[in-house]
């Protein structure tokens, strides 16, 4: 049997479930970095902040609480990084040995599910979970590029290499930031994943959650009013 022909066990309706749950992950990623300046996410408002911080650390002396912060930055990368090797060995682990899902399947719903599509809806948690680890990595190693920026800032709050460097630090950390939320976001869309498992309209439920509880947090929780205070 082709992969085609593979494709013809999965109900029309599970296209349509896979097709929204991408749509909605591109769409609140995009949204989230393109905001409206009038009514920026809390991503967009904690990038000035940052570049705010890369600003201040050029009079502040010593600078080891700028150099506590990055590090404790990158343990948390290192840490979801770390937690999606394994959640993605879980999953291949689980998408090798899918007769066991079928089997229970099987007995809930006296409908024999062919092995192929539990393995098709494993590979679609495997795919946000690796995009996750991908993110989550190359956002470590951006802000060991900032920690090395920031370490090259001239002491001296007059040298005119000073702001240029501490700009360059700024954009570094942004750009990593932005990675990490990334792969926050696709692990959320990895659990919302897991509901096709039980169906497609569970699917679609559980990607417009995930979408409305990111967009919650973006754009009306109450930590993005506290930082827009004067």
């Keep these: 049997m082709t992969l085609l022909d593979s494709l013809t066990l999965l ?25 409206h300046p009038t009514k920026p996410s809390v991503s967009q408002i904690m990038a000035a902040y940052r570049r705010e911080w890369m600003t201040q650390m050029i009079t502040r002396e010593p600078r080891i609480f700028d150099a506590q912060t990055i590090a404790t930055l990158r343990q948390g990368t290192s840490f979801f990084a770390s937690t999606s090797v394994i959640a993605i060995g879980g999953a291949l682990a689980l998408a090798g040995n899918t007769d066991r899902l079928a089997d229970m399947a ?3 719903t006296l409908v024999r599910t062919p092995t192929f599509v539990w393995e098709i809806k494993m590979l679609l948690i495997i795919f946000f979970l690796t995009n996750a680890f991908l993110k989550f990595a190359w956002s470590n190693r ?26 360059k630090a700024a954009e570094l950390n942004v750009t990593a930031a932005r990675s990490f939320n990334r792969g926050l976001r696709s692990v959320y869309f990895a659990f919302a994943a ?13 990607a417009l959650l995930t979408f409305v509880v990111i967009w919650r947090r973006e754009f009306a929780s109450h930590s993005r009013g506290i930082l827009l205070e004067k």
Excluded: K, T
């Design 11 to 35: 109900d029309p309706f599970d296209f349509a479930a896979v097709a929204f749950l991408m749509a909605a992950w591109l769409f609140v990623g995009w949204r989230v970095e393109h905001a």
């Design 142 to 167: 951006l802000f060991g590029y900032c920690s090395v920026l920031m370490a090259a800032v001239p002491n001296d709050p007059q040298d005119p290499n000073a702001p240029r460097l501490a700009g």
């Design 106 to 108: 099987e007995e809930l």
């Design 194 to 206: 897991v509901a096709w498992l039980a169906g497609a309209i569970p699917l679609i439920l559980g």
